[in-house]
């Protein structure tokens, strides 16, 4: 028997080692080349970052968000789809072989609020900024986007990058995706399935990963509480500051009793308006606020319960109150298939101890709409700054930091996925 040399050896590992075995749907060349395009272009998409942290835009107005979006897309001979809305874009990077086509889904508004920190690259813009790391998934985008235009060989299919605005500011305004897919942007080519990644104040490199109902819907009421009653001044002028105070805390005591711990759900009124002078009743009391809710079942029993409060309130005390509801954001739904595919990306990619499994959160997001209509799945990445004790679990939030790292981890992970996908046949609707 022939022994073998101990640099023969050590030579055959390492060829062994380099050969095209799989990491998920990628093999370790391609990882490799993944690693060496995201080191290339890394300090760019640092500096698109903090550009785009400086100069926050709000919902409909992210004019010089766009025009940044589209003229790197450009620069990639990227196929550019514009928005009617002047606001958002999408690029296609079609691959070298054909094949499915997946979109990678991008939010780029920013969100009213004063920055708190001392950072060089801190908002220009006062009472806005980048409170919901929009900036850093723009910049992972086109990062992902830059890396994987290099390695066009590998994909079998299309990736469309689509960046969205925020919601329209107008009377009828809408969410963003929901404006996109309006206007076609799942078409020409149809997409097949879609990702999103939001990070989120939790530890550097963990995922929340859960497939079903993950995010809540969100819903806006009004509640207009008014006298049958002429104007008067006390102590004949009925009391409709005191009657809805009433019925606002009968509301969240109702609810509490009736809708099951384990279901959750956020009753938040932010807005209340009543009165103008000390010495009359107002004319009448407005309330604004929302719900959040991740089964429907909880929607229809608290529309139940402020219903049935407001009917009562006005048999018993002649003051009519008028409930209006406008549904904003559906439930989003993470597509179990989708989860199959990309879990073991992920826990090659992590490691196993990095993936938590979520329960569902009262967080909204439009992403809901493009799970209505294609297989969808979004995850939650760590991004939480060393450099500050970040006590607060939700975005948005002023006093968000994100650790800058998050930004090739994003674009690996994000590679990764797409690449898998593509690979894979992707399932049908089926939720």
Request: net charge neutral; with cysteine.
């Amino acid at each position: 028997m022939t022994l073998v040399s101990k640099k023969s050896l050590l030579t055959c590992l390492i060829l062994f080692s380099l050969w095209p075995l799989p990491l998920g749907g990628v093999d370790k060349l391609t990882s490799l080349r993944l690693k060496r395009e995201i080191r290339r272009v890394e300090n760019d998409v640092l500096q698109i970052r903090r550009f785009l942290h400086m100069n926050p835009e709000l919902s409909a107005e992210e004019y010089e968000t766009t025009k940044l979006i589209a003229t790197k897309l450009l620069s990639l001979n990227l196929e550019l789809q514009t928005s009617q809305a002047r606001t958002g874009a999408a690029g296609l990077l079609r691959g070298d072989t054909p094949g499915l086509t997946i979109a990678l889904i991008v939010p780029i508004n920013a969100q009213s609020f004063d920055e708190k920190n001392n950072l060089p690259y801190r908002s220009l813009n006062p009472g806005v900024m980048h409170a919901q790391g929009n900036d850093v998934h723009i910049a992972i985008a086109l990062g992902t986007a830059m890396v994987l235009n290099s390695l066009k060989d590998k994909i079998s299919g299309n990736i469309k990058f689509i960046f969205q605005p925020g919601a329209r500011t107008s009377e009828n305004d809408e969410p963003g995706a929901q404006l996109m897919i309006q206007q076609g942007v799942l078409d020409q080519p149809p997409v097949g399935a879609a990702l999103s990644l939001q990070i989120w104040p939790l530890e550097l490199g963990k995922v929340y990963f859960s497939s079903g109902r993950i995010l809540s819907g969100e819903e806006e009421l009004s509640l207009i509480v008014q006298s049958q009653k002429p104007t008067l001044a006390p102590p004949e002028a009925p009391d409709l500051i005191a009657a809805t105070s009433w019925l606002i805390n009968s509301f969240y005591q109702m609810a509490s009793r009736q809708i099951p711990r384990t279901e959750p759900y956020l009753i938040y009124l932010g807005k209340i308006h009543g009165g103008a002078n000390l010495r009359h009743s107002p004319r009448q009391v407005m309330v604004e606020g929302l719900i959040r809710y991740t089964n429907s079942s909880t929607r229809i029993t608290l529309h139940h319960i402020l219903d049935e409060l407001s009917n009562n309130m006005a048999n018993l005390l002649q003051i009519q109150p008028q409930v209006t509801w406008k549904p904003k954001i559906p439930p989003l739904y993470n597509h179990p298939e989708l989860a199959e595919i990309l879990e073991p990306a992920l826990i090659q990619l992590l490691g196993k101890e990095k993936i938590i499994d979520s329960s569902p959160l009262l967080f909204a997001h439009d992403f809901s709409f493009y799970s209505q209509k294609i297989p969808a799945f979004l995850l939650f990445l760590g991004a939480s700054s060393p450099r500050k004790q970040q006590n607060f679990s939700y975005l948005p939030h002023p006093d968000f930091i994100p650790n800058e790292k998050v930004i090739p981890l994003g674009i690996e992970i994000i590679s990764h996925l797409l690449l898998d996908c593509l690979a894979k046949p992707t399932p049908a609707t089926s939720h």
